[in-house]
Structures are given as structure tokens and as C-alpha cells.
């Protein structure tokens, strides 16, 4: 599988990567198999989080990857505290709470360092200065390789990307979600930063859901789209997922495409998908794209 490099952090991630919050935490082996054979067929990108299943997920994942541990690059987040009374959890983004949250992430991950550590959300009225202060002094002391954002807010960003050393952003991307594009690409683009993007099936509405409203385009709006996107299907015998993902890959700004499976079966049909991704050329784009209106990021600025 085709390595990326990541941003500015010297680090290279598969273009396929694993997202692993869908994995059952009640499920230790089946979840462990799911992990091997994913970096069997080649995927070296493993994404978690301490908010996933509380904790339960960071643990799973820990616990399956040590045999080939320093052959990937394990990514984790950042940000959230599970209440006490287990209903929910609390947005926690101070310096302080960073600092201690990692060294629990480092237990249930069974690893001393953690290759790219993500803030996990973030508002503009966040403490952003004492964040980054944080997430350079864990730097420093070895306990990660590098940081970055999981967030869909262009101003807040922004802010990291003027004041920060990150090295990606999370962001959801498809052929359906195409806000990136159209604000964020050439500010990304600019500072050497990567997209890790999720979302590149549109909740499956690329593939096999039934259609409906997505984002701000309306039913009949996403059917258009699944019409072009059909048509390049049929001429090319790729399957609909491949050509999605593909476009989304063919994104400069895009470092992985990161993918969540359950089951085995899901698994072994990403690897099909991940056999038949390619370049695709500017003519194919505009294919894909005829008849269909941009989209700007309209809330959760």
C-alpha cells in the first residue's frame, strides 16, 4: 500500500488507515484479528481515542498491536473526560488536563509514546496558547512524535495553524462533504499540514444506503452526485467505494483515508477496495463534480 508522508512530523502513514472506534471492545479477539490482518494487508495508520468506549478502545487496540508496534504509526486523542456517573462526558481542553490524560492513554495503549496525539474537538474559546504549550512539552519529553486536530471548525484551525506546529487535521471529506475544498485546502497546503480524513463513504450513501438529505444538499441533490459517480463506475469496473475514496486520495492536502470496520467481513472488503484505488485525472473530477454546487462550512465555526 502506497506510504504518505504526514504533514511536517517525518512521519509516513498508510493511504488506507484504520479507524478503530467502530471495533467491539466486548470482542477483545475478534477486534485483535481485525487489527492483524489490517496490517497484513498493509495498512500502518491506527487511529483511536480515550473518549472511545471509555477508555475500553485505546485498550483493545494497546493490547493487539504490540507485536508490530513500531512498524505503525498509532494515533490517539484528546479532550473529552467521561463523568464519573458514566452519562456522558465533559469537554476538559486546559494544559493541565492534557499532561495527565496522556500518561493514561500510554497504560491502556501499552506504549511509551504515542506517534501522533490529536486535540479532540476544540472551540475558538479554548485556551489555545497553554494546548499548544501542552502538546509541545509532551513532545519534548519523548511521550509523542507529533500533534494534531480532529475538528470540522475553520477558525479554529486556523488558529493552530498560525500559532501551532501541528502536523494534521482530522476532518470529515467525500465526494458528499466537499467544504474542505473550497476553504481549507490552500491554508493547509501552506503550512505543510495533512488532512486525515474520515467520512469518505458519507455514512454509506457512496455505496448502499437508501438516499437522503446529506449536509445541505437535498435527496434529490445526492442522487445526482450517485448518478456521476455511476456512470465513472460503470467505465472504469471499479466498485463505487474505490472511485469514492480514490477522489477523496486524490487530494494533495489528504495524507489517509481513514475507514472504520467492525467486522471482518468490512475488513476484507476495504482490502478489495484498497486493491483498486488510483490516481484520478482532472477529467474523471469533472465527471464526478458536473451539475454539483459547492458547499461552505456554514456552522460550528
Same mark, same amino acid.
Given at each position: ?94 494544559? @493541565?488536563? !492534557?499532561?495527565?490524560? +496522556? ?6 495503549? =501499552?506504549?511509551?509514546? &504515542?506517534?501522533? /496525539?490529536? #486535540? ?5 474559546? @479554548?485556551? !489555545?496558547?497553554?494546548? +499548544? ?6 513532545? =519534548?519529553?519523548?511521550? &509523542?512524535?507529533? /500533534?494534531? #486536530? ?152
Amino acid at each position: 500500500m502506497e506510504q504518505r508522508r504526514l504533514g511536517k512530523s517525518g512521519l509516513m502513514v498508510s493511504e488506507i488507515g484504520l479507524g478503530c472506534m467502530s471495533l467491539k471492545s466486548n470482542q477483545p479477539k475478534q477486534s485483535k484479528a481485525i487489527i492483524h490482518k489490517a496490517f497484513d494487508s498493509g495498512i500502518t495508520f491506527f487511529d483511536t481515542a480515550d473518549l472511545y468506549d471509555k477508555g475500553q478502545n485505546e485498550t483493545v487496540v494497546g493490547e493487539s498491536v504490540q507485536a508490530f508496534r513500531k512498524q505503525i504509526v498509532l494515533a490517539s486523542k484528546v479532550g473529552n473526560l467521561w463523568r464519573a456517573d458514566g452519562s456522558g462526558w465533559d469537554w476538559k481542553a486546559s494544559k @493541565d488536563y !492534557i499532561i495527565k490524560a +496522556i500518561d493514561g492513554s500510554l497504560s491502556r495503549l =501499552k506504549t511509551d509514546y &504515542i506517534d501522533l /496525539y490529536q #486535540l479532540h474537538g476544540g472551540t475558538i474559546d @479554548d485556551p !489555545i496558547d497553554e494546548i +499548544i504549550e501542552a502538546f509541545e512539552l509532551l513532545k =519534548k519529553q519523548g511521550k &509523542i512524535r507529533a /500533534y494534531g #486536530l480532529s475538528s470540522i471548525r475553520p477558525n479554529v484551525i486556523k488558529e493552530f495553524l498560525l500559532k501551532s506546529a501541528i502536523s494534521s487535521v482530522m476532518m470529515q471529506y467525500s465526494l458528499l462533504d466537499r467544504r474542505l475544498e473550497e476553504e481549507m485546502d490552500a491554508l493547509l497546503m501552506a503550512k505543510d499540514v495533512h488532512v486525515l480524513a474520515r467520512g469518505t463513504l458519507a455514512k454509506g450513501l457512496l455505496v448502499d444506503k437508501p438516499v437522503e438529505p446529506y449536509l445541505q444538499y437535498s435527496s434529490g441533490e445526492v442522487s445526482h452526485i450517485l448518478r456521476n459517480l455511476h456512470r465513472i463506475v460503470k467505465q472504469s469496473g471499479k466498485d463505487s467505494a474505490a472511485e469514492a475514496i480514490s477522489y477523496v486520495l486524490s487530494n494533495a492536502a489528504v495524507a489517509t483515508a481513514v475507514v472504520g470496520v467492525s467486522t471482518k467481513l468490512q475488513l476484507d472488503e476495504l482490502v478489495h477496495t484498497k486493491q483498486q484505488l488510483a490516481q484520478l485525472n482532472d477529467v474523471d473530477k469533472k465527471k464526478l463534480l458536473d451539475g454539483v454546487r459547492s458547499l461552505y462550512y456554514t456552522e460550528h465555526r
